[in-house]
């Protein structure tokens, strides 16, 4: 077997962390012959739930996992990681104005990109799951200066996998015959999913759906507004399909993209496709070797640029908010 990887979880013991870690434990990232060594952080108050979550772990006797361990501090935790999921985050409590919530997660964020700067591994991957992910994502790379600004993604795969599940659904096709689905920008309701490069068992999907009113009224706002969906049902915010796309873009980004086709990653704007350069924006991308690439060349028409529009004009508002609050 391998030398055994290190994996950061950040809310270890909320919602997400209880569908994400057992999978992570069997091999679900790293495959069955690598053995993983899981580092969990939590607040102080939540680390005795944490306890009982790390006695069900013992309990699976996974064969992948190669040992746990657990604490609130994350120069601790952090020490010596290959991998880094963020998930935990302060939720929006009743009352909160969104000024709050960007300070409360702000000041997380900027603590935990400090600690992954001095102590994280060379070769460090570091996602966040953790809302407003892609500002999340952003506020810790500014605080990881020494740590390159490709080795932090947002996720948007949730919304990827969405999409993907909303066009079989439509179309009566297998979710593997899709390809090249894309999520462009913020992980919120101002996202666009992008049905006019993506494929349907090779054919274009918007020419083969012929249908522009189904796509700006059915399709896109039920992807964008499927997690609010998900809460009127459940009465609680999606949880394991957040775990399992937090796993799926880890994976691909470690392991490669397939051949002809790509993901969407949240990552640091290089000024493809006329976004801004400073914001954190999903965008098509391919990985291999532990690298991302933003696919190049896409011919983008006047609908899809004023929706990518949009979205960036958002999270160059949340950048500028949390700017004034004193956070980088
Ligand atoms: P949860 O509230 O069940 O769990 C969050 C955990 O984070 C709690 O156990 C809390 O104690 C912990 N936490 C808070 N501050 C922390 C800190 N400074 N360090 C370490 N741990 C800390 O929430 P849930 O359902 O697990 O969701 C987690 C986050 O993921 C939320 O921000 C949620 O909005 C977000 N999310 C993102 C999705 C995406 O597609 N990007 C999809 C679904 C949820």
């Keep these: 077997s391998q030398s055994p990887v290190k ?80 998930v935990g985050a302060r939720p929006r409590a009743k ?68 999409a993907i599940s909303q066009l079989a659904a439509k179309t009566g096709a297998k979710v593997g015959d899709i390809r090249r689905m894309t999520i462009w920008g913020n992980h919120s309701s101002t996202q666009y999913p992008d049905l006019f490069h993506a494929e349907v068992a090779g054919k274009n999907a918007a020419d083969l759906i012929d249908d522009q009113a189904w796509i700006e009224n059915e399709f896109i706002p039920t992807v964008a507004k499927r997690g609010a969906a998900i809460i009127d049902a459940r009465g609680a915010s999606s949880a394991a399909s957040a775990a399992s796309a937090t796993i799926d873009a880890a994976r691909d980004w470690l392991t490669g993209t397939p051949e002809g086709d790509w993901v969407s990653m949240a990552v640091a704007s290089d000024g493809s496709y006329g976004v801004p350069e400073g914001v954190v924006y999903s965008f098509p991308v391919t990985c291999s070797g532990g690298d991302w690439q933003i696919v190049q060349g896409l011919e983008i028409d006047d609908f899809s640029r004023e929706r990518m529009d949009a979205t960036a004009a958002e999270l160059i508002e949340e950048r500028d908010a949390v700017g004034q609050l004193g956070l980088t």
Excluded: K, W
């Design 7 to 86: 994996v950061a979880v950040t809310g270890a013991a909320g919602q997400i962390g209880y569908s994400l870690l057992f999978r992570i434990a069997s091999g679900a990232i790293f495959g069955p012959d690598t053995p993983v060594q899981l580092r969990l952080l939590e607040i102080t108050p939540a680390l005795g739930a944490l306890e009982g979550v790390v006695m069900e772990l013992d309990d699976c006797a996974f064969t992948t996992l190669d040992s746990v361990e657990i604490g609130d501090d994350p120069r601790h935790i952090f020490d010596g990681v290959n991998l880094a999921l963020l």
């Design 95 to 162: 009352g909160m104005e969104r000024g709050d919530l960007l300070e409360a997660n702000g000041a997380i964020f900027t603590e935990q990109g400090r600690a992954l700067n001095d102590v994280a591994a060379d070769d460090v991957r570091i996602g966040v799951t953790g809302n407003p992910a892609n500002t999340n994502a952003l506020i810790a790379l500014r605080n990881a200066p020494d740590i390159p600004a490709e080795r932090f993604s947002a996720l948007t795969r949730l919304d990827h996998n969405r």
